[in-house]
């Protein structure tokens, strides 16, 4: 049994209907003949900050060109210079078959390429000779893209053909989105002296948005100007007025390019270019009749209508649904589960979530280090949603891209992009449904399971921090152990404890002997280990009910409860022990040595715990005194 081919499909703006429609055809070949496709997409432009897209874009990073037999680059849908040179650039090194559209300036790449040029030709010459526009105006594509150079340069041509000057001014260039067609109306309406007689579109959301301005403007169409757009897209046939436009088979480049890549594997013959026409459709916007009478037309019209509310209705319930339930989320696991819980709706076979290794990274990672450009090395698929049953695959190399590829043919598979901002947190793989290409809501989606990725990994960097400052606020630096804030919130609960049941407690009050003497003559560093040492055999002599704390510079303390007055020698025993077995441990020139003073009691109505600590502090003074006047006897 051979193998099925599999072939990468790169390209921007899923949500665009030219790449809808190309992208139809592609799905068609590709389950026909059991080729596996694997569409790794990002949404650009979305925000005026550039790190959206740059954690948009980091998609492309993720593919893995040895694990594929072919590509198809979409790279007329990539507007940044630097990403689509970097693209073209991976995909000439890996030597695989390779399709891209309307683009003749790589001879080793397949082309499938749409005629633009002759049938914008003819929309410039139908609004001169039909209409006699004289005053013509250009909403263009980016000068980086060679479809919309061609759509240029044939409004360019037909002018010049008619006599008619090309005024620069009248010219405005975008990247075919529809902020571009009301931008470009506002700036004609505010520096012209009059609108022209007609507005020429490089496509058909400009072209939709333009109209929609001028209106706002009491300006109409075809009345008082013409609009054209190009592609055909279904809003410019049943807009009104209906536009005039140009037809361009998409899905029918779509197959091709799939078709010439498979053969291209196969080793078979192919074309090195595959040029497909278009048709100019003259309708309302130009001011040409629209026949509305054909009553087949209108009930297509109404059922392709009602379905497209419908789903829109579907989706925002779906998204609105998820977003609610993904803002209560506060682990990972409870993420997962939530959205889980509504995969089902997304009408896919399967919904795979792919999370980079160091994704929830420390608070203490700075932006500038985090995980910006391509992906961690090992991921995680804390979901992999499959027909209704749950999994997850702990590790795999994002090498592989897939955490379960599939063994058969005809599979759709859209990669997108989990990310904050430009962080990186990994990525969603969406396979076998229409949801990425058809719903209006898949980028939102996205981007809402994103934000609540990040919002946990912020609410656990918070936690993180809490528990850092708590520690710092009841926990000693240097001999980690409680401070006296540690003590008192520690000691406090066991004092109340010992108190409503009527149990003895323990206080003992150590102080260190000669820690002066080791700073003058041996250093602070020294001083410092020997605080360390003591603090260490206290904490040693412990059981776990007690609760022992630096209480002062070197002063500590210790609680115990239940206690008995056969403890204060166990503890105090146990602790001059162990600082005679340090000693001879560490061999210093200097002995670390403590005075200890310990009082079991138990606990009265107008007892405290400070008056405790007092009591066992003024028994340890006493030691102390006894120490001293001991070493005077011996000295004289």
Not at 47 to 68: A, H, P, Q, T
Not at 260 to 266: F, H, L, T
Not at 426 to 441: K, M, R
Not at 488 to 509: H, P, V, W, Y
Request: hydrophobic fraction near 35%.
């Amino acid at each position: 049994m051979n193998r099925s081919k599999e072939i990468a499909l790169i390209m921007a703006g899923l949500d665009e209907e030219y790449q809808r429609g190309v992208l139809d055809g592609i799905i068609s070949y590709a389950k026909q003949n059991d080729v596996n496709i694997s569409c790794f997409t990002a949404f650009c432009g979305v925000v005026s900050g550039r790190g959206f897209d740059v954690g948009e874009i980091n998609i492309y990073n993720l593919i893995n060109y040895k694990m594929f037999d072919g590509v198809i680059l979409m790279i007329n849908t990539i507007q940044d210079i630097e990403t689509k040179q970097k693209l073209l650039e991976s995909a000439k090194a890996s030597l695989l078959p390779v399709a891209v559209f309307d683009c003749d300036d790589y001879p080793q790449f397949i082309n499938v390429t749409i005629d633009n040029k002759g049938a914008m030709c003819d929309i410039v010459r139908h609004v001169i000779e039909v209409h006699g526009a004289k005053d013509i105006s250009f909403i263009s594509g980016p000068k980086s893209n060679p479809e919309a150079m061609q759509r240029y340069s044939a409004y360019c041509e037909v002018l010049a053909e008619f006599g008619l000057p090309i005024d620069e001014d009248k010219v405005f260039f975008g990247d075919f989105r529809p902020s571009d067609g009301r931008r470009a109306v506002r700036k004609m309406i505010a520096e012209q002296e009059k609108i022209p007689d007609a507005v020429i579109c490089a496509n058909d959301a400009m072209a939709l948005a333009a109209i929609k301005e001028l209106n706002k403007n009491g300006i109409r169409v075809p009345e008082d100007v013409i609009v054209t757009g190009f592609d055909n897209i279904y809003n410019a046939s049943h807009h009104y007025p209906a536009l005039t436009t140009v037809d361009r088979p998409l899905a029918e480049a779509g197959s091709a390019a799939c078709e010439m890549v498979c053969n291209a594997i196969d080793c078979k013959a192919w074309e090195q270019t595959r040029k497909l026409g278009s048709k100019a459709l003259f309708s309302e916007s130009c001011g040409c009749g629209n026949d509305h009478s054909d009553i087949n037309a209108i009930r297509t019209y109404r059922k392709h209508t009602y379905a497209i509310i419908d789903n829109n209705r579907r989706d925002v319930r779906l998204l609105n649904s998820l977003i609610s339930e993904m803002s209560e989320a506060e682990t990972p696991d409870d993420c997962m589960k939530r959205i889980a819980d509504n995969a089902a709706s997304l009408e896919c076979e399967r919904l795979c979530i792919c999370l980079c290794d160091d994704w929830i990274s420390s608070y203490s990672v700075k932006i500038e280090n985090s995980l910006i450009h391509g992906y961690t090395p090992k991921m995680s698929a804390p979901l992999i949603w499959n027909k209704g049953e749950v999994s997850e695959v702990k590790c795999f190399r994002s090498s592989n891209m897939d955490p379960r590829p599939y063994t058969t043919g005809g599979n759709i598979s859209y990669y997108l992009p989990l990310h904050f901002r430009e962080r990186c947190l990994g990525y969603a793989i969406i396979s076998n449904g229409d949801f990425p290409s058809h719903s209006s809501v898949c980028h939102s989606l996205i981007m809402c399971i994103s934000e609540s990725l990040e919002n946990i990994r912020r609410l656990t960097n918070l936690n993180c921090v809490i528990e850092e400052l708590d520690k710092l606020y009841v926990i000693d630096p240097l001999c980690n152990i409680y401070n006296r804030n540690g003590f008192i919130r520690a000691a406090d609960t066991k004092f109340n404890e010992c108190r409503m049941l009527g149990q003895k407690i323990l206080i003992s009050f150590v102080d260190m002997d000669g820690l002066k003497y080791i700073n003058d003559n041996y250093g602070h560093s020294e001083g410092d280990i020997a605080l360390k040492t003591l603090a260490s055999i206290i904490k040693e002599s412990c059981d776990e009910s007690m609760v022992c704390a630096r209480f002062g510079g070197d002063e500590f303390i210790i609680l115990g409860v239940n206690a008995e007055e056969e403890d204060i020698s166990k503890v105090e025993d146990a602790i001059m022990k162990r600082i005679e077995h340090k000693n001879k441990l560490m061999s210093k020139p200097y002995k670390v040595e403590g005075s200890i003073g310990s009082v079991v009691t138990r606990i009265s109505d107008d007892m405290t715990l400070f008056k405790l600590i007092t009591k066992a502090d003024e028994i340890m003074y006493e030691q102390k005194k006894r120490k001293r006047n001991s070493r005077y006897l011996r000295r004289y």
